[in-house]
């Protein structure tokens, strides 16, 4: 064997690596081929929109204002605001697909046929089985999901006036930062577990989907609450303005008890806001809301939650193939 020879020969477990990647690759490149073209056609669908559907909007308004009598067109600002929802949408909660994929095609098909048994006896131990079926969607993941968040943070900032939702809106709200891909992470991880728990893909599907479907619900009606929220008084509780979350409103009585009246909120005028006040017999206004600024609070607890049970489900996956492979 010549030196040459030596220097230059990959070690066998390297090899073994890339071939085991390149096998993963191989056996799901429908599901990749899938995913790639989610990620272009959301992606061109934002940028159809930026460019083509927002410019002929802004030149209806730019021309409606050098007309003397003015003009109203409700019609486009509402087709650009019904698909940028349908957009919000589609992003938040495709991560329902990857826990269906996961849980049936990932792990759950492999161990019901017995190719994942017969890979074992091979050069491919259970572990490293396991490690590239999470590691190489998980990349593919990570990299259309930035893609997305990115194009999507960009588009619904710049067109805030043609859009009729806030940034605590479910969607705005994990579409904007990296919680969407802990969503898909997770799924991912919850899905392998149910594959190798069930060893069958419909009932791992069913399962895989089940609970990120359950979970994204409770999370959805929860994250408000996964921050201390502002409280506001006076005319400042009573004025606010629409980027606020209000969580709760209403008016402290003599005794200082609080109650639910809101008939001296929107009260323009101090005249009349302090008419309204002496009128109900109430002392003070409060408002209990999430400013603008609790966004990436909110944001990032909420991402460390969804990442928590995604460490989880991977690590219970790990341990249980081990357990079982022994």
Not at 33 to 59: D, H, N
């Amino acid at each position: 064997m010549s030196t040459e020879t030596l220097t230059t020969a990959p070690p066998a477990d390297t090899a073994a690596r890339g071939g085991l990647t390149w096998t993963v690759l191989r056996l799901h490149r429908s599901a990749l081929l899938v995913w790639s073209a989610y990620v272009l056609f959301m992606v061109g669908w934002m940028l159809w929109l930026q460019y083509v559907t927002g410019a002929e909007i802004r030149a209806e308004r730019a021309a409606c204002r050098k007309l003397a009598d003015g003009c109203i067109d409700l019609g486009s600002a509402f087709d650009y605001s019904s698909a940028m929802g349908w957009i919000g949408t589609l992003i938040a909660y495709f991560s329902y697909g990857v826990a269906a994929w996961a849980g049936a095609s990932l792990t759950g098909i492999e161990l019901e046929r017995g190719t994942a048994q017969l890979s074992w006896t091979q050069s491919v131990t259970p572990v490293r089985w396991l490690t590239a079926k999470f590691a190489v969607p998980a990349v593919a993941l990570t990299v259309g999901t930035t893609v997305l968040v990115l194009v999507y943070r960009w588009t619904w900032s710049t067109n805030r006036d043609l859009s009729g939702d806030e940034w605590y809106y479910t969607d705005p709200f994990l579409n904007r930062g990296p919680a969407v891909l802990a969503y898909a992470l997770c799924a991912l991880a919850v899905g392998a577990l149910a594959g190798i728990v069930l060893r069958r893909a419909l009932p791992a599907l069913a399962v895989a989907l089940g609970f990120v479907i359950v979970f994204h619900a409770w999370l959805d009606v929860r994250y408000h609450e996964l921050w201390p929220a502002a409280t506001l008084t006076g005319t400042a509780a009573s004025r606010l303005p629409m980027s606020a979350d209000q969580l709760e409103l209403g008016a402290v009585t003599g005794s200082g008890a609080r109650v639910e009246d809101l008939d001296c909120f929107g009260v323009d005028a101090d005249i009349d806001y302090s008419s309204c006040m002496s009128g109900k017999g109430f002392t003070d206004l409060y408002a209990e809301v999430h400013p603008t600024s609790h966004f990436w609070p909110l944001h990032l607890m909420t991402t460390g939650i969804i990442l928590a049970v995604a460490v989880l489900a991977t690590l219970a996956a790990f341990w249980l193939l081990r357990r079982r492979t022994r």
